[in-house]
């Protein structure tokens, strides 16, 4: 990607190409590898602060916010209609899932399958911090697929249509949470832009999904709203508005400097360079910064 290099979103972008379609993909994915389903079994929705998690993390998530602000292009009016027309497709099919849930639920045991979804939401958590680690691991259909099989009841089994309208609406709003948060992130396109750490953001949704996980895997409270309190602040902490206002004045006195002359220049790279070797770095210096996660 231009800006953010998130895992998830490259490995799509050279499947999909285009901004839209690449978007429709990351927000449709939970959908197609049983990510979602998995979710609902595993009962991550059963509290307010559970549809908000999965909503946020799980259809919005870094990867969204980085294809919205890095790939997409258009004023924000133009994006946000973009993501609303993905809206009507991903609304229902989040509610058929939702709707298939309980009688796949009749078919297998929870206990074991509550450990395979907890253990893809660490899966797809790895891959979002790190693309190298990323490529060692399997898919998360892979482990939806393995858990799946290892929960299956056959014996006795009857497939019964369990309808829960509750948790057909539940499974409406998570998703309905997603399509809001991504539309939010469009509507201030201009200011995050040059505001946000897209990298910072994306390390710090990685922790919050595997602070998920440990819910689903009743390691943690299941109503206490851990991993949206780490997705806040690390919200808080890769917004830094000063970005932009510092690059600005820096232009601003190159732009200076340059009308000085070159005499002035001349002098102020001899200062320049008197400090360096009065007090050198101990730290090496590299062409390209890369964040210590990568």
Request: hydrophobic share 55%; proline share 6%.
């Amino acid at each position: 990607m231009s800006v953010s290099q998130h895992p998830v979103a490259l490995r799509l972008e050279r499947q999909v190409g285009g901004a839209t379609k690449l978007l429709a993909t990351v927000m449709m994915l939970p959908l197609i590898d049983g990510i979602f389903p998995a979710l609902i079994l595993a009962g991550a929705l059963t509290y307010p602060f559970g549809i908000l998690e999965t909503g946020l993390l799980i259809f919005g998530g870094s990867a969204t916010v980085a294809v919205v602000l890095a790939e997409m292009d258009g004023s924000p009016r133009e994006r946000m209609r973009a993501i609303a027309l993905l809206g009507v497709l991903l609304l229902p099919a989040a509610a058929i899932e939702a709707a298939l849930a309980p009688t796949v639920q009749t078919l297998i045991d929870m206990a074991v399958f509550e450990r395979f979804a907890g253990l893809v939401i660490l899966t797809v958590a790895a891959k979002t911090a790190s693309a190298r680690v990323g490529e060692y691991l399997p898919r998360p259909a892979v482990i939806i697929g393995l858990g799946l099989v290892a929960s299956l009841q056959p014996a006795g089994a009857e497939v019964t249509f369990v309808a829960d309208s509750g948790l057909v609406l539940r499974g409406v709003a998570a998703a309905g949470v997603g399509v809001g948060f991504a539309m939010l992130v469009a509507a201030l396109g201009p200011v995050l832009q040059e505001s946000v750490d897209l990298d910072l953001f994306r390390f710090g949704s990685a922790v919050a999904l595997g602070m998920l996980a440990l819910s689903v895997l009743g390691l943690m409270p299941t109503e206490a709203p851990v991993a949206l309190g780490v997705l806040c602040v690390t919200a808080v902490f890769s917004f830094d508005p000063g970005v932009a206002s510092d690059v600005d004045a820096s232009t601003a006195d190159d732009d200076a400097g340059d009308a000085d002359g070159t005499a002035d220049g001349d002098a102020t790279e001899d200062e320049t360079e008197a400090a360096d070797d009065a007090h050198p770095s101990p730290f090496p210096i590299e062409e390209e910064s890369r964040a210590p996660w990568l």
